[in-house]
């Protein structure tokens, strides 16, 4: 189960464009959950994202937030 800090970091990369750290703890949380993955732009940059699992779960949790 995810942690509330949990859940806003991954809300975070839905709805911003600041960078998040890498070794922040709950992005480690959400890359142990496989809710975000790190990739290799270029030699020396590196950019989270999210996986298929953690657009699918954003996407699960707005449509429990509508009425």
């Known amino acids: ?11 975070l990369f ?7 750290e890498p070794l922040d703890p709950d992005v ?11 990739r290799q732009r270029q ?8 996986t298929r699992q953690g657009r699918e779960l954003l996407a699960r949790l707005q449509m429990g937030g509508k009425a």
Not at 1 to 11: D, G, N, P, R, V
Not at 14 to 20: K, M, P
Not at 43 to 50: F, G, N
């Open 14 to 20: 839905r709805d911003t464009e600041r960078r998040i």
């Open 1 to 11: 189960m995810l942690s509330h800090h949990e859940l806003a970091t991954l809300m």
């Open 43 to 50: 030699a020396d940059e590196t950019t989270l994202q999210l």
């Open 28 to 38: 480690l949380a959400l890359r142990r959950y496989a809710l975000v993955e790190v």
